[in-house]
């Protein structure tokens, strides 16, 4: 379960404030369409908060979450177990040492000769993690080897037994139960042979310990013990029952020396422990990570070695020499093939325990003392400084600036190099990245660059780093180049290339008209327009149906994947709304470059689409869009919400999608991707903030801001005051839960759309042209009192602020040379007058500018150049 409520260990930038400065009496609010009205947030004790503007350009920069320096050390311990001296000496180098002692065990007691076990089921031999042969049958129990062990074959159903028979009576005060980090038991029982029946001995719940003592109450003869198991840890290895010995005596041992820090966030990199000495006996320590307390224990939430097939077992492993080692964790052996460590983490919490893994010794030994002067990282992703930031944002709100900045701190983490000895090993590797930044999934997991996630990571990279850019250029490239004949596009470099999913190869064409729409790039946008051509000419029309629908298993894609590879089929309404944004992305990219042959195809086809979508998907009774056309009936946010921003529903079929999502897929943590179970268990309350953010547009672009901020702050406001805080996570699941467990990343890059949701949306600031050779700017106001921000962009900044009170509404804006905009102002044109340079541009009736045109909802300002341009909007009554 999650940690409720707001966690102390939770670090922010600053106290817990919902209002940004002193509350100004008298603030006021615009209405949802924009028109300034009365609104009792405005007066600071709401959502939006109040207070005076303060100058642009100040304010933000104590936000901001990126570590200061590449070094970065912990900032306080969260626990410390069994002997360990001045566990707080961590935090400081050059001070006090802390000291972890633990005595060499006595030998472990053994079965008699004759002994058997027998289990109700045990998994099937294969090569194991270190790819040797590997069984795991009930007598590994009892074979006197800690390093083989008994696995149920019964992943996550209970009970599972283990019955031990001797070959004669014996006299047993007790058992001790080893399990390994894979998993221990956590809850079981143990009964003996007796008078011809089953008699309970002990029973234990909530072990989280690797060596279990189980006393019995009294010593007991017998000829049998039945262990029998009904909870385990789940873990990545899968939660089954997992022995690897039972001593025939309840042997207690000093408890296992360990303290964990905690760095008060997720942070990414090399972490590094100074060993100033240890006793001369190879006393080992084993290193966990985690990015939850929850998910904390004797072994990390995930490690690459998961799914490398390493011996590691879920922890980094270091023998520390008697004269002591400046340790940095890096991939690879210590001696020969023991001692293994992964190299680079992504992890908020860090625990060092004394010991080792069996199959280690005599190179490491699970005893002895070990002095530490220090605990820090080596930081690998792009550091965000203030100083860095080309691109910043700031408002009323103080929940709304901490999800800006906790998601720009989130897309900041995944923002690496590729790497070989850090990247998913799962032959994700490529040498054509080797050495380039790029934008991972996640610092933990995926560490590789789906393409999917740039659809949102790389907005976020343009709006805050732009010089980085090149990280997006370099996956789209990359992808590119590593097309299929028949046009499909790889969705990242895992299985060297070869991640059948039918939806990514769309959203490689909208991320590469969204990269030459922020950078103007047209040296990109020439290169690949042949590789374009071929995902929108040859491969999407290859599985498209006689209704001009997408349908999936058409041309063998029956066991193609998506985002969240979701078992669907046939006429799915996210792939097609998704097919006419990628083909009107493409249009314009191919207008853009005079291609417009191309781009009128496109175009006619989006429209086809369009229609074909609204006429076979849509469900009237429900006022949504069918997720499939076939099986059984449910409604999804993402091709609901696709079907908003692609223009493919229109007013009236957007206003009751967006009830309906209203209606049934609300939670407390967000909005759930889909409206019932009959996808999967669970799924209509799972959250996806990849799938929250087009529904999230879809609410602001509909006229419908405060609906819009209210599903920020229910799903970032989740995420930012439960553990890990700050980041941002790749799914949440029931009860806003971590969705898969311990596996969950809880910093996914594709999770932050608040940021350019926030800064085109409600700030209102967006390019319309490559290179933001025009842009627009449309505010969509809501309840909050005030926002300003600065858009990088190949010219230099554009800048946008603006505040309202009960009648009047003011906005800046500065735009850089070479660069022409529009100034669009959403509200009943006819109550509302506008100034614009001291003059009066709107009365209410008429137009008195030739660069005003007023329509029924709006009023629009265009030819907007270099400059400084200020507009005041008053009320008329």
């Given at each position: 379960?999650?940690?409720?409520?707001?966690?102390?260990?939770?670090?922010?930038?600053g106290p817990r404030?919902?209002?940004?400065?002193?509350a100004a009496a008298g603030?006021?609010?615009l209405s949802a369409?924009?028109?300034?009205?009365?609104?009792?947030?405005?007066t600071?004790?709401?959502p939006?908060?109040?207070?005076?503007a303060?100058?642009?350009?100040?304010?933000?920069?104590?936000?901001?979450?990126?570590?200061?320096?590449?070094?970065?050390?912990p900032?306080r311990?969260?626990?410390?177990?069994g002997?360990?001296?001045?566990?707080?000496?961590?935090?400081e180098?050059?001070?006090?040492?802390?000291?972890?002692?633990?005595?060499?065990?006595?030998?472990?007691?053994?079965?008699p000769?004759?002994t058997?076990?027998?289990?109700?089921?045990?998994?099937?031999?294969?090569?194991?993690?270190?790819?040797?042969?590997?069984t795991?049958?009930?007598?590994?129990?009892?074979?006197?080897?800690?390093?083989?062990?008994w696995?149920d074959?019964?992943?996550?159903?209970?009970?599972?037994?283990?019955?031990?028979?001797?070959?004669?009576?014996?006299?047993?005060?007790g058992?001790?139960?080893?399990?390994?980090s894979?998993g221990v038991?956590?809850?079981?029982?143990?009964?003996?042979?007796?008078?011809?029946?089953?008699?309970?001995?002990?029973?234990i719940?909530?072990?989280?310990?690797?060596?279990?003592?189980?006393?019995?109450?009294t010593?007991?003869?017998?000829t049998?013990?039945?262990?029998?198991v009904?909870?385990?840890q789940?873990?990545?290895r899968?939660?089954?029952?997992?022995?690897?010995e039972?001593?025939?005596?309840?042997?207690?041992?000093?408890e296992?020396p360990?303290?964990?820090?905690?760095?008060?966030?997720?942070?990414?990199g090399?972490?590094?422990?100074?060993?100033?000495?240890?006793?001369?006996?190879s006393?080992?320590v084993?290193?966990?990570?985690?990015?939850?307390?929850?998910?904390?224990?004797?072994?990390?939430?995930?490690?690459?070695s998961?799914?490398?097939?390493?011996?590691?077992?879920?922890?980094?492993?270091?023998?520390?020499?008697?004269?002591?080692?400046?340790w940095?964790?890096?991939?690879?052996f210590q001696?020969?093939t023991?001692?293994?460590?992964?190299?680079?983490?992504?992890?908020?919490y860090?625990?060092?325990t004394?010991?080792?893994?069996?199959?280690d010794?005599?190179?490491?030994?699970?005893?002895?003392?070990?002095?530490?002067?220090?605990?820090?990282?080596?930081?690998?992703?792009?550091?965000?400084?203030?100083?860095t930031?080309?691109?910043?944002?700031?408002?009323?709100?103080d929940?709304?600036?901490?999800?800006?900045?906790?998601?720009?701190y989130?897309?900041?983490l995944?923002?690496?190099?590729?790497?070989?000895?850090?990247?998913?090993?799962?032959n994700?590797?490529?040498?054509?990245?080797?050495?380039?930044l790029?934008?991972h999934?996640?610092?933990?997991?995926?560490?590789d660059?789906?393409v999917?996630?740039?659809?949102?990571?790389?907005?976020?990279?343009?709006?805050?780093?732009?010089e980085?850019?090149?990280?997006?250029?370099?996956?789209?490239?990359?992808?590119a180049?590593?097309?299929r004949?028949?046009?499909?596009?790889?969705?990242?470099?895992?299985?060297?290339?070869?991640?059948?999913l039918?939806?990514?190869?769309?959203?490689?064409?909208?991320?590469?008209?969204?990269y030459?729409?922020?950078t103007?790039d047209?040296?990109?946008?020439?290169?690949y327009?042949?590789?374009?051509?071929?995902?929108?000419d040859?491969?999407?029309p290859?599985?498209t149906?006689?209704?001009g629908?997408?349908s999936?298993?058409?041309?063998?894609?029956?066991?193609?994947?998506?985002?969240a590879f979701?078992?669907r089929?046939?006429?799915?309404?996210?792939?097609?709304?998704?097919?006419?944004?990628a083909?009107n992305d493409g249009?314009?990219?191919?207008?853009?470059?005079?291609h417009?042959?191309?781009?009128?195809?496109?175009?006619r086809?989006?429209?086809?689409?369009?229609?074909?979508?609204?006429?076979?998907?849509?469900?009237?009774?429900?006022?949504?869009y069918?997720?499939?056309?076939?099986?059984p009936?449910?409604?999804?946010?993402?091709?609901?919400?696709?079907?908003?921003t692609?223009?493919v529903?229109?007013?009236?079929?957007a206003?009751?999608?967006?009830?309906?999502?209203?209606?049934?897929?609300?939670r407390?943590?967000?909005?759930a991707?889909?409206?019932?179970?009959?996808?999967?268990?669970?799924?209509?309350?799972?959250?996806?903030?990849?799938?929250?953010?087009?529904e999230?547009?879809?609410?602001?672009?509909?006229?419908r801001?405060d609906?819009?901020?209210?599903?920020?702050?229910?799903?970032?406001?989740?995420?930012?005051?439960?553990?890990p805080g700050i980041?941002?996570?790749?799914?949440i699941?029931?009860?806003?839960?971590?969705?898969?467990g311990?596996?969950?990343?809880m910093a996914?890059?594709?999770?932050?759309?608040v940021?350019?949701?926030?800064?085109?949306?409600?700030?209102?600031a967006?390019?319309?042209?490559p290179?933001?050779?025009?842009?627009?700017v449309?505010p969509?106001?809501?309840?909050?009192?005030?926002?300003?921000?600065?858009l990088?962009?190949?010219?230099?900044?554009l800048?946008v602020?603006?505040?309202?009170?009960?009648?009047?509404?003011?906005?800046?804006?500065?735009?850089?040379r070479?660069?022409?905009?529009?100034?669009v102002l959403a509200g009943?044109?006819?109550?509302?007058t506008?100034?614009?340079?001291?003059?009066?541009?709107w009365?209410?009736?008429?137009?008195?500018?030739?660069t005003?045109r007023?329509?029924?909802d709006?009023?629009?300002?265009f030819?907007?150049?270099?400059?400084t341009h200020?507009?005041?909007v008053?009320?008329?009554?």
């Amino acid at each position: 379960m999650t940690i409720s409520g707001t966690p102390e260990n939770v670090s922010r930038p600053g106290p817990r404030r919902r209002t940004v400065l002193a509350a100004a009496a008298g603030a006021a609010v615009l209405s949802a369409t924009g028109l300034p009205q009365a609104d009792a947030a405005s007066t600071g004790g709401g959502p939006g908060g109040g207070g005076v503007a303060p100058r642009p350009g100040t304010g933000w920069q104590h936000y901001v979450q990126a570590p200061a320096s590449r070094t970065v050390r912990p900032l306080r311990v969260l626990a410390s177990r069994g002997d360990v001296s001045r566990p707080e000496a961590l935090l400081e180098p050059g001070g006090a040492r802390t000291v972890l002692r633990r005595p060499q065990p006595v030998p472990a007691p053994r079965w008699p000769e004759g002994t058997v076990a027998e289990a109700s089921s045990a998994h099937a031999g294969n090569n194991g993690n270190d790819g040797q042969p590997r069984t795991y049958d009930a007598a590994n129990a009892v074979d006197g080897d800690p390093d083989t062990f008994w696995n149920d074959d019964t992943l996550g159903a209970f009970p599972d037994t283990l019955t031990i028979t001797l070959p004669a009576a014996r006299e047993l005060s007790g058992i001790t139960l080893v399990s390994n980090s894979d998993g221990v038991p956590t809850d079981f029982t143990v009964d003996v042979w007796r008078d011809g029946g089953w008699q309970s001995a002990a029973t234990i719940s909530g072990n989280d310990v690797i060596q279990r003592a189980v006393p019995f109450p009294t010593p007991v003869s017998t000829t049998r013990v039945r262990i029998t198991v009904t909870g385990v840890q789940d873990t990545p290895r899968g939660a089954f029952s997992r022995i690897n010995e039972v001593w025939p005596e309840a042997v207690t041992t000093a408890e296992v020396p360990s303290v964990t820090v905690d760095f008060g966030k997720v942070v990414v990199g090399w972490p590094r422990i100074r060993f100033t000495s240890a006793s001369d006996d190879s006393p080992g320590v084993r290193i966990a990570f985690s990015e939850t307390k929850e998910f904390l224990t004797d072994r990390s939430d995930f490690t690459r070695s998961d799914q490398s097939g390493v011996p590691a077992q879920g922890t980094d492993q270091f023998a520390v020499p008697a004269d002591g080692a400046d340790w940095s964790d890096h991939k690879g052996f210590q001696t020969g093939t023991k001692v293994y460590a992964d190299g680079l983490h992504g992890f908020r919490y860090l625990k060092i325990t004394l010991d080792a893994l069996a199959s280690d010794a005599p190179a490491a030994q699970p005893w002895g003392t070990v002095e530490i002067d220090s605990v820090s990282l080596d930081f690998s992703a792009y550091l965000g400084t203030p100083a860095t930031y080309r691109g910043w944002f700031l408002c009323s709100d103080d929940d709304l600036n901490r999800y800006w900045y906790g998601a720009s701190y989130t897309n900041e983490l995944v923002t690496d190099t590729f790497r070989q000895d850090d990247v998913d090993p799962r032959n994700a590797w490529s040498g054509s990245l080797e050495g380039k930044l790029v934008l991972h999934d996640g610092p933990k997991r995926d560490r590789d660059p789906y393409v999917g996630d740039l659809a949102v990571s790389a907005r976020t990279l343009y709006l805050t780093h732009d010089e980085a850019a090149v990280a997006a250029r370099n996956v789209l490239a990359d992808l590119a180049e590593h097309q299929r004949a028949d046009g499909w596009i790889p969705p990242a470099s895992i299985g060297d290339y070869t991640l059948p999913l039918f939806d990514y190869p769309l959203w490689w064409v909208t991320c590469s008209w969204d990269y030459v729409l922020y950078t103007g790039d047209r040296g990109y946008a020439e290169r690949y327009h042949p590789n374009l051509q071929k995902v929108l000419d040859v491969w999407y029309p290859s599985v498209t149906d006689e209704a001009g629908l997408l349908s999936k298993g058409l041309n063998g894609t029956g066991g193609y994947g998506d985002y969240a590879f979701l078992n669907r089929t046939g006429r799915i309404t996210y792939y097609n709304a998704n097919y006419v944004q990628a083909l009107n992305d493409g249009a314009r990219l191919a207008r853009w470059l005079g291609h417009d042959a191309d781009a009128e195809r496109w175009t006619r086809r989006a429209a086809e689409v369009g229609d074909a979508i609204n006429t076979h998907l849509w469900d009237a009774d429900a006022g949504a869009y069918l997720d499939s056309g076939t099986g059984p009936v449910r409604h999804a946010q993402d091709g609901n919400s696709l079907a908003i921003t692609a223009k493919v529903a229109d007013a009236e079929r957007a206003a009751s999608a967006l009830a309906h999502l209203d209606a049934t897929t609300r939670r407390p943590y967000g909005n759930a991707f889909m409206d019932n179970d009959t996808l999967f268990g669970g799924a209509a309350q799972r959250v996806y903030a990849f799938t929250s953010y087009p529904e999230i547009v879809a609410r602001f672009e509909t006229g419908r801001a405060d609906s819009a901020l209210d599903q920020i702050r229910r799903t970032y406001g989740w995420m930012d005051s439960h553990d890990p805080g700050i980041t941002h996570w790749e799914g949440i699941g029931p009860d806003g839960s971590l969705y898969e467990g311990a596996y969950t990343s809880m910093a996914h890059g594709w999770s932050t759309g608040v940021l350019p949701a926030l800064t085109h949306q409600l700030l209102g600031a967006r390019p319309t042209a490559p290179g933001y050779t025009t842009w627009e700017v449309r505010p969509h106001t809501g309840n909050v009192a005030w926002a300003q921000g600065q858009l990088p962009t190949p010219h230099g900044p554009l800048r946008v602020a603006w505040e309202q009170t009960r009648t009047t509404f003011e906005v800046t804006v500065t735009a850089p040379r070479g660069t022409r905009g529009s100034l669009v102002l959403a509200g009943d044109s006819r109550r509302m007058t506008v100034r614009g340079g001291g003059r009066p541009l709107w009365n209410g009736r008429h137009a008195l500018e030739r660069t005003v045109r007023a329509e029924e909802d709006k009023v629009t300002v265009f030819g907007l150049g270099a400059g400084t341009h200020t507009f005041t909007v008053a009320r008329c009554d």
